[in-house]
């Protein structure tokens, strides 16, 4: 009989995935399912974006790329991170791949030996944890809750670290709960790992355009840990490129090599048309994407207000991505129809079969006492969800 691996016995499935899967499942049966669970705009890639695929397929850009990308490409990531957030990567520096997802891996694997230590704030993205259980590195989870915007302090942070210490990582804006942190929130982190030079750290800025506040703050632009932090970002989210599937990083020399390393023995170059596509993503004003950046905050305000009308539910003020994460605890306990919801992965099947809702449970997402609501979606759509949630919650004593 053959025996599947103990790497992958261990690793779970993800959530925003095995969530997407179900309402897809009663979708085919039929069911009118509103599927708010997973992180894709419901915006089209720009037609420009798509002109440059097509250029590049025409002058038959079809073979093999280097493993860290186009030179073209990887100026044009070099431009984008001076103009947009004062920091300076040589195209040496950076490394192109299949996503922000691939990215974070190869970091990871570069880095984490079996034993290393790795500081994940909760709440976190769900990959974060079993791309370091993959890589034989031990999860350290810091937990910050709702009261604290679901930020973590610099004294968590300390207080974590250990001899066996060898990475952070995170993101801002963050995937599950849109917090983002201020410039004066990163120096005060920073503070805090300059004591540690040998500590990595990961700064996930995939959400970085969609961002409620006056301006997107890197973690990499204090010089005293530059050379400590990784930047992660790509195109997927904020120039509706998630199909696509391109993310990159800025980082060390020697770190951007090692991650070259990697990814040239699993997958090389990322696709050729996709990055000759990005190019003209990475080249563009920013601006061009106020629109949708608008609709955003005008759908995170429906959630909100409608969120803000059931009693039980707690909620704040996510600044960035498209997510609310509420504190939903107030229900566990609480029953309907035979049916006791002891928790949030309880409360996302009642809402899914009671209210044919798709959300994501927020243990996924480290913090056991909240849900993920994505509000990547049309207002109409947002508004008959929000209305069958209510309803549905209100039926549970």
């Known amino acids: 009989m053959i025996e599947l691996s103990d790497r992958l016995n261990a690793m779970e499935e993800s959530a925003t995935i095995a969530m997407s899967r179900k309402s897809r499942e009663l979708k085919a049966e039929g069911k009118d399912v509103i599927s708010l669970s997973l992180g894709e705009p419901d915006f089209h890639t720009p037609e420009f974006i798509k002109e440059a695929a097509n250029e590049a397929m025409k002058n038959n850009f079809t073979t093999y790329t280097p493993v860290p990308g186009y030179e073209d490409l990887r100026q044009a990531i070099s431009d984008k991170f ?60 810091v937990n910050a809750g709702i009261e604290s915007d679901f930020k973590i302090t610099p004294s968590q942070l300390e207080a974590a670290i250990t001899p066996k210490t060898k990475m952070m990582i995170f993101s801002t804006p963050c995937n599950p709960t849109g917090s983002v942190y201020s410039k004066e929130e990163l120096r005060a982190l920073a503070d805090v790992l300059k004591k540690y030079p040998h500590i990595v750290a990961i700064c996930d800025e995939i959400y970085e355009h969609i961002n409620f506040t006056s301006k997107h703050a890197s973690l990499a632009q204090f010089e005293d840990i530059y050379d400590q932090v990784v930047t992660v ?79 039980g539910v707690q909620t704040n003020v996510p600044e960035g991505a498209f997510y609310v994460f509420p504190d939903v605890s107030y229900f566990y306990g609480k029953s309907f129809n035979g049916q006791t919801i002891n928790n949030g992965s309880d409360l996302c099947m009642y809402l899914l079969n009671e209210a044919l809702v798709a959300l994501v449970t927020g243990e996924a997402f480290g913090d056991p006492n909240c849900i993920r609501i994505s509000y990547a979606a049309s207002e109409e759509t947002l508004i008959e969800a929000m209305k069958r949630v209510k309803t549905a919650l209100e039926k549970l004593s």
């Open 233 to 311: 970002n790509g195109v997927s989210k904020a120039w509706a490129m998630t199909g696509w599937r391109l993310g990159y990083i800025g980082a060390s020399k020697k770190i951007a090599s090692a991650c070259t390393k990697v990814q040239g023995q699993f997958t090389s170059g990322t696709c050729s048309i996709t990055q000759k596509a990005s190019i003209a993503a990475l080249k563009a004003d920013p601006q061009v994407l106020t629109d949708m950046i608008g609709a955003f905050e005008s759908r995170r305000k429906l959630v909100l207000e409608a969120l803000n009308t059931i009693e």
């Open 82 to 141: 001076k103009r947009d957030n004062d920091l300076h990567y040589g195209t040496d520096q950076i490394v192109v791949s299949t996503g922000a997802k691939q990215s974070i891996a190869n970091v990871v694997m570069s880095i984490v030996n079996q034993g290393d230590e790795v500081i994940i704030p909760a709440p976190f993205w769900v990959s974060y944890i079993e791309i370091v259980k993959v890589s034989e590195g031990t999860p350290v989870v």
